[in-house]
T-cell receptor, first 114, second 111 residues
Framework: ETGVTQTPRHLVMGMTNKKSLKCEQH?????MYWYKQSAKKPLELMFV???????ENNSVPSRFSPECPNSSHLFLHLHTLQPEDSALYLC?????????????FGPGTRLTVT | QQPVQSPQAVILREGEDAVINCSSS?????VHWYRQKHGEAPVFLMI?????EQKGHEKISASFNEKKQQSSLYLTASQLSYSGTYFC????????????FGAGTTVTVRA
């Protein structure tokens, strides 16, 4: 499989559940990102990992916990979420050295918190 | 700070042209354009760099005015396949791989 893949594509969870989102990239990139996409709002950068080290955490609540075990995989662990966390969560990857490079996005996980 | 896109939405008939603008309050080094169709991942269209030339992708082209910190995306002779939401992402420095995205412009092309 090529590009950036995300699983699951859809997730419904209660406020007390714990779940994880998975992202995998097959492009040889060394930077990976989590974004939150809500209706009519700009893409919100949540976390950035460069060479498996977290380099950005945009004041994201602690109920979201990222993990990057290697340069190809990225996880977002979710626990005790709120209804306002319902959104499309996008993963992306890119190179991280030299001139600006394009980001390649996965199809996203549509999360609904009930 | 995130860039501002205008208009928020535009409706076109096939063959018509449109311009989407992306403005920032900060000095920019790069502007990236993406298109996202409903239920799909955003897809990269092009990057414009400070000091670079206008770019093109089929009948979609873009320009970057560094002094005004503004980029424009031009849809020429639009096709049905051009429908989607267009996002700009901005970077402030060379090597800046973290982008700030605009809210998007929804383009609907009708037959």
């Amino acid at each position: 499989e090529t590009g950036v893949t995300q699983t699951p594509r859809h997730l419904v969870m209660g406020m007390t559940n714990k779940k994880s989102l998975k992202c995998e990239q097959h492009l040889g990139h060394n930077a990976m990102y989590w974004y939150k996409q809500s209706a009519k709002k700009p893409l919100e950068l949540m976390f950035v990992y460069s060479l498996e080290e977290r380099v950005e955490n945009n004041s994201v609540p602690s109920r979201f916990s990222p993990e990057c075990p290697n340069s190809s995989h990225l996880f977002l662990h979710l626990h005790t979420l709120q209804p306002e966390d319902s959104a499309l969560y996008l993963c992306a990857s890119s190179q991280n050295r030299g001139p600006p490079y394009e980001q390649y996005f996965g199809p996203g996980t549509r999360l609904t918190v009930t | 700070q995130q860039p501002v896109q205008s208009p928020q939405a535009v409706i076109l008939r096939e063959g018509e042209d449109a311009v989407i603008n992306c403005s920032s309050s900060k000095a920019l080094y790069s502007v990236h354009w993406y298109r996202q169709k409903h239920g799909e991942a955003p897809v990269f269209l092009m990057i414009l760099l400070k000091g670079g030339e206008q770019k093109g992708h089929e009948k979609i082209s873009a320009s970057f005015n560094e002094k005004k910190q503004q980029s424009s995306l031009y849809l020429t002779a639009s096709q049905l396949s051009y429908s989607g939401t267009y996002f700009c992402g901005t970077g402030e420095e060379w090597g800046d791989y973290k982008l700030s995205f605009g809210a998007g412009t929804t383009v609907t092309v009708r037959a």
